[in-house]
């Protein structure tokens, strides 16, 4: 069975400030990770994906993440928030055939 | 391409009644996805299905059923609504696999309330 564990429902940086938003994972098969984001009362926009090749994957609006199978981890982060990075971030994770299991969600909010 | 539509956008149900959720894609996905999506639940699944005439249950199937007669639909039925299933509602699709990428695209949601 697969899972993935979002630390901190809420995570609150400055303008300007780097944005870090954890994710790890569980899988029993070589994984595929991906990172989606929600704008307010819209669906779920998909920001980057770890489908085995680089472990360091670049996404849009500047985001990126990076696979680390020895600690079962891909945070995301970005170096400099912007007011529009406002969101919440669901990190999800998949073998090749089945079905997404989504983490819960960390909502991001950013400050002048 | 209009990529995920789901209608309607918003519902409101009394207790007992019922309704049909209706999501289109038009990139000829063989998967079609339904979701629910609750306040520090994230996304859940409901149910899925892997190809036209085939469905199977996903993690919270209960008080829903499905059918999928077309390729580019996939219907989610509430036969008795209870409050409990007040929720957004999310529909997604992606390529088989082997045939293209395998993200999930979304369509934008249906919000329904049930009194």
């Known amino acids: 069975a697969q899972s993935v564990t979002q630390l901190g429902s809420h995570v609150s940086v400055s303008e300007g400030a780097l944005v870090l938003l954890r994710c790890n994972y569980s899988?029993?098969?070589?994984?595929?990770l991906f990172w989606y984001v929600q704008y307010p009362n819209q669906g779920l926009q998909l920001l980057l994906k770890?489908?085995?090749?680089?472990?360091l994957v670049k996404g849009i609006n500047g985001f990126e993440a990076e696979f680390k199978k020895s600690e079962t981890s891909f945070h995301l982060t970005k170096p400099s928030a912007h007011m529009s990075d406002a969101a919440e971030y669901f990190c999800?994770?998949?073998?090749?055939?089945?079905?997404?299991?989504f983490g819960k969600g960390t909502m991001l909010l950013v400050s002048p | 391409n209009a990529g995920v539509t789901q209608t309607p956008k918003f519902r409101v149900l009394k207790t007992g009644q019922s309704m049909t959720l209706l999501c289109a894609q038009d990139?000829?996905?063989?998967?079609m996805y339904w979701y629910r999506q609750d306040p520090g639940m994230g996304l859940r699944l409901i149910h899925y299905?892997?190809?036209?005439?085939?469905?199977a249950k996903g993690e919270v199937p209960d008080g829903y059923n499905v059918s999928r007669l077309k390729k580019q639909n996939f219907l989610l039925g509430l036969e008795s609504a209870a409050p409990s299933q007040t929720s957004v509602y999310f529909c997604?699709?992606?390529?088989?696999?082997?045939?293209?990428?395998?993200?999930?695209?979304f369509g934008p949601g249906t919000r329904l309330t049930v009194t």
């Open positions: 999800a994770v998949s073998d090749r055939y089945s079905t997404l299991t």
């Open positions: 770890y489908t085995s090749a680089a472990t």
């Open positions: 899988s029993s098969v070589p994984p595929y």
């Open positions: 990139m000829n996905h063989e998967y």
């Open positions: 997604a699709s992606r390529f088989k696999a082997g045939q293209g990428p395998y993200e999930q695209y």
């Open positions: 299905s892997v190809g036209e005439g085939t469905t």
